[in-house]
């Protein structure tokens, strides 16, 4: 089935320069962000408008040839790793706002708009809240695929909250609304803008997309608690929640993680703190004002050895520096590390932290931990040194088990950074056959030649069958002549 | 029709994979408080009903989550998570007909509504302005397919993005795709107190300044809906007539806002401050801390002889209400979000120009004006429908609560509106037979 890139068609549909065929340029789109995984893809087109995108898509679709679209390439699970011999849709031209309706509260957007644009320019009154640590690069697009998290998402919601409606160019080339046609909620018929966000790119590709925003929050409240143990700074989390308050955000860092960051960022952390936990409240500021005072109350009665409340607006930038760099800075402890996104239920954090403590000591490789603390959502990092012969293998395999832990605490493979390439392996670990068969009936109707993003969240690769028709008894067997057997 | 109860998701699977084979429709069956709803099919042979499988199977306190099987009450299951402190943000409407003001009958008439039920028809309350609907609150689910597959998607946390979201798919599917046999929740904290700010206007435009002026305050309320009412409350119980009868030149309404919390009443103030800068003395504020009723009274407008929902942009709330008015009918909204459901009055033998909202127990009236089926112009009604979609449009205008006769002479979806051919596609894959409710849905589906 699958032919030649139809380069002379791409060509004719974006213009030469937007069609890229050298090695060595399209080097430039081989890896995502998770850059152990590479694949030089036949062809990379940069189209401009969702006509264009359309035309693309068309073009493979009756050449036969596998597509993988892409944002800004940060995602952290392979998503938009090129396919061999296929074709890859850049979306970062298509950057530009169409429409800011603020009386309704919505935005309009192409897909290769930055995250932290949308906020920008809906700002100052209205914010826009899904706001992943990336998101001065990372695509609403992309963003849509991944239904990507941030810090503020345990009150907020996630990128599939805010979503209303989506432009989407079908596998087959054609285009489609799926959701709101006009930035409205409850367009009656299947909810298919559900399902396709944090689809990965296997279903089409979103080329308009209506986000709701929201007002900003009238004050805000920062602190920095201090504790022995992370357990400790779990402990208040729980309080918090269990109490009502419903804080903006809640971070935990472990000690290597402070230890990273401090040397990256000299936030002022002390060194010698088992954890550390960001609260940030914010709303009206009568409401902050008053659950202030107890979330820090709920921080000295779990034992906190510090408390430092951001008493500027720099010293709350502050904070959040050394939390949002908290990836990159482990480059300043270790030579490689590998960044590790499972869940789980808040109230297994104690158990979920001692196994990934003993696995750590069990593969002699350490393990920094950061996370989202309101909604059990773990980032374990793990370090290693490439130049050791089979550091790099270890750590890939002490990672894998950590998520297998999520798992078994009741939790799941991964909240923000998708399945990919990179977690496809581990899927039969939270689903049975039976679940991965009734995904792939949701990929089928889309895509039934599996064209869209191929390789990517499902274990192994699956063909759609024809859809079985209604039975109806063949001529010859009516007649009596064969019979079925 | 056979009806058949199973007792485990394997026992659904077996009966289903029978119908299934032999090309024979099915209808699952909760509380059977909505089996009206959609287009008007053929009774089908076999109906599943999900009375046993009513456990609560997991209510965990400390992560927030409970899951339940699909034929558990929605009353059974907030009793205990209330025990806990705790609710599932859903408040479906609820049923005017129920004995007028009386709080028991209300409850009983609702209690039936189970959570598959509730999910399968995703429908909400004024809760979903800050909360989300059901799609929001749902983070798994099992269900069981025409071909006899047992599949679950998502899990028990509230973050996890591993796999497709077939939660949502199946959420307001009303059970066209398969029976939804249980679903994980997400829930929050029960507010310690509320609040609501109620202004009251007979200026359609005012009442919208008010709402959009809360709604982009950043105070945070827990529902901001509205209500306009074509007939001033006197006229209400002394009106009779059949039939449709348009608005006077101007009806009354209200817009309220209700906040939560341990001290609800800053936001409140402030919120009233607000209104009364934009206001003057014909639109009075006031704050009502036993807010109850007046809630209730919004959900219960939600259902009635004939609703239409809205899904339109808050910048159309105006459009709405001149509709509602020009059609002498009642309509609530969720302010914020921009959804709104308009009720026509039909059966007016005594009244039934409003949800007889009059602040007080509301349903006064209904219950006769229901049992005059004879009282109804189905023809007229109908082409007040198609008023309606005509005027709103292009905001989709679904027929919700509607006599057999009205539901008859018009599409209760409004049409192919969205991509029904990838939905065709959703349908034929997960339901090869065809055999869940077929022609019920959206496009015939
Ligand atoms: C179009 C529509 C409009 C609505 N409008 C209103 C309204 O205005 N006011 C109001 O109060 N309520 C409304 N509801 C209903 C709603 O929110 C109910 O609270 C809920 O549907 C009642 O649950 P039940 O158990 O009585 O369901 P039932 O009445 O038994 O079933 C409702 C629908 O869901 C399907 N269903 C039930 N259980 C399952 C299951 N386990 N798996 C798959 N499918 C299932 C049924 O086949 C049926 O189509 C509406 C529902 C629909 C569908
Ligand atoms: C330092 C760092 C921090 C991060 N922090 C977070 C975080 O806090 N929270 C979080 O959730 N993620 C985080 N990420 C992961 C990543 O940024 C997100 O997954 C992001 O949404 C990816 O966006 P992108 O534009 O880079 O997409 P890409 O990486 O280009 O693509 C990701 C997937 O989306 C698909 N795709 C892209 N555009 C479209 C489109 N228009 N239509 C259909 N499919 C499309 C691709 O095919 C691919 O499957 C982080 C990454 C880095 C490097």
Redesign the pocket.
């Known amino acids: 089935m699958r032919g030649p890139v139809p380069i002379g068609e791409l060509v004719s549909i974006c213009g030469p320069e937007r069609v890229i065929t050298e090695h060595a340029a399209l080097r430039t789109y081989e890896s ?2 998770l850059l152990q995984y590479a694949v030089v893809p036949a062809a990379a087109v940069l189209p401009d408008s969702a006509d264009e995108v359309a035309a693309v898509v068309a073009a493979c679709h009756r050449t036969g040839v596998p597509w ?9 699970s392979g ?2 790793l090129p396919v061999e011999g296929g074709v890859v849709i850049s ?1 970062s031209r298509m950057r530009r706002i169409l429409e800011v309706d603020l009386d309704n509260q919505r935005i309009l957007v192409e ?1 290769g708009v930055t995250n932290a644009q949308i906020s920008a320019a809906v700002g100052p009154t209205h914010f826009y809240p899904p706001d ?3 998101q001065v ?3 609403i ?6 239904n ?3 810090v503020h998402c345990f009150k907020y919601g996630f990128t599939t909250n805010w979503v209303v409606g989506c432009e989407v160019v079908l596998p087959d080339g054609s285009t489609t609304v799926l959701g709101g046609a006009f930035g409205e909620l409850d367009r009656p018929g299947y909810d298919l803008l559900g399902a396709f966000v944090g689809s ?2 296997t279903l ?4 308009k997309i209506w986000l709701r925003v929201t007002p900003a929050p009238e004050a805000t409240r920062t602190v920095v608690a201090y504790f022995n143990t992370p357990e400790e700074a779990g402990q208040v989390v729980s309080d918090i929640v269990s109490a009502g308050v419903v804080p903006g955000a809640m971070e935990i860092m472990d000690k290597l993680a402070i230890a990273a960051t401090e040397a990256a960022t000299h936030a002022g952390n002390p060194l010698d703190a088992g954890a550390l936990l960001i609260v940030e409240l914010d709303g009206s500021e009568s409401e902050c004002d008053a659950r202030f005072d107890e979330v820090v109350r709920f921080c000295e009665a779990n034992g906190a050895t510090g408390v430092r409340i951001a008493a500027s607006e720099d010293e709350r930038a502050l904070i959040w520096k050394a939390r949002k760099a908290a ?2 800075a482990m480059g300043r402890i270790s030579p490689n590390f590998y960044v590790q996104d499972g869940v789980i239920p808040r109230t297994r954090l104690p158990q979920a932290l001692r196994r990934i403590e003993d696995l750590g000591v069990e593969y002699g490789l350490r393990v920094a931990n950061v996370f989202h603390a309101g909604d059990g959502n773990l980032h374990p990092l793990v370090l290693f040194d490439a130049a050791v012969a089979g550091e790099a293998e270890r750590a890939e395999e002490l990672a894998g088990r950590i998520v297998e832990v999520c798992v078994d605490e009741g939790g799941s493979l991964t909240g ?3 399945i ?1 390439v990179d977690k496809k392996r581990y899927m039969p670990k939270m689903f049975s056959e039976a679940d991965l068969a009734t995904f792939q009936r949701l990929r089928c109707a889309f895509d039934p030649e599996g064209m869209a ?1 191929p390789g ?1 969240v499902m274990p192994t690769p699956r063909l759609c069958g024809e859809v079985p028709g209604p039975y109806r008894q063949h001529p010859l067997e009516a007649a009596g002549l064969i019979d079925r057997l | 029709m056979k009806s058949e109860e199973p007792a485990s998701y394997e026992e659904a699977a077996e009966l289903l994979r029978g119908a299934a084979a032999d090309g024979r429709p099915v209808r699952f069956r909760g509380g059977g408080t909505k089996l009206g709803w959609g287009r008007p099919i053929p009774e089908p042979d076999l109906e599943l009903c999900t009375g046993a499988l009513d456990r609560v199977l997991e209510h965990n306190a400390g992560d927030f989550t409970a899951v339940l099987q699909a034929g558990v009450p929605l009353a059974v299951a907030q009793a205990a998570f209330a025990s806990a402190g705790q609710m599932l943000a859903l408040d479906p409407p609820l049923s005017p007909w129920g004995g007028a003001g009386d709080d028991t009958a209300l409850d009983a008439a609702d209690a039936g509504a189970t959570i598959g039920g509730i999910v399968a028809t995703a429908d909400s309350g004024p809760l979903r302005h800050k909360y989300g609907g059901v799609r929001d609150l749902v983070v798994g689910v099992t269900v069981v397919l025409s071909d006899g597959t047992i599949a679950r998607a998502g899990g028990k946390v509230i973050k996890n993005v591993a796999g497709y979201d077939l939660g949502k798919l199946f959420a307001g599917a009303f059970g066209t795709l398969g029976l939804i046999a249980e679903v994980t929740v997400r829930l929050h904290p029960r507010p310690a107190r509320t609040a609501t700010v109620v202004a009251r206007s007979s200026d359609p435009a005012q009442l919208a300044a008010a709402a959009a002026a809360l709604a982009h305050a950043p105070l945070e309320a827990d529902s901001l809906d509205l209500w306009w009412d074509a007939f001033p409350v006197e006229d209400f119980q002394t009106e009779t007539g059949v039939g449709l009868r348009p608005g006077p030149a101007s009806g009354s309404g209200a817009v309220l806002a209700r906040f939560a919390s341990a001290d609800p009443f800053p936001r409140a103030e402030e919120a009233t401050a607000l209104l009364r800068r934009i206001g003057d003395a014909d639109m009075p504020v006031e704050i009502d801390d036993d807010d109850q009723a007046c809630w209730d009274a919004q959900r219960t407008a939600q259902r009635s002889d004939v609703v239409v929902k809205v899904s339109a942009l808050p910048a159309a709330l105006p459009a709405s209400m001149a509709a509602a008015q020009a059609l002498g009918g009642t309509l609530v909204a969720r302010a914020g979000l921009g959804l709104a459901w308009i009720q026509l009055p039909v059966c007016a033998s005594t009244g039934g120009g409003g949800a007889g909202r009059a602040d007080a127990p509301a349903q006064a009236g209904r219950t006769d004006a229901r049992g005059e089926p004879g009282a109804l112009d189905a023809a007229v009604v109908a082409e007040a429908v198609e008023e309606l979609r005509r005027r709103l449009a292009p905001a989709p205008c679904v027929l919700l609560d509607a006599p057999a006769e009205v539901r008859a002479r018009l599409d209760p979806w409004g049409g192919e509106t969205g991509p029904v051919t990838l939905m065709r596609k959703v349908k034929e894959r997960f339901d090869p037979a065809g055999v869940c409710a077929p022609g019920l849905f959206v496009g015939g589906i």
């Open positions: 995502d962000g993988v679209a892409r944002g800004s390439g940060t995602g952290l998503g938009s979306l897909p992943p640590s990336s690069i990372c695509s697009g992309g963003n849509v695929a991944e990507s998290g941030g990965e790119g089409g590709v979103a080329t990836f990159a923000e950074h998708g990919g993003n990517k």
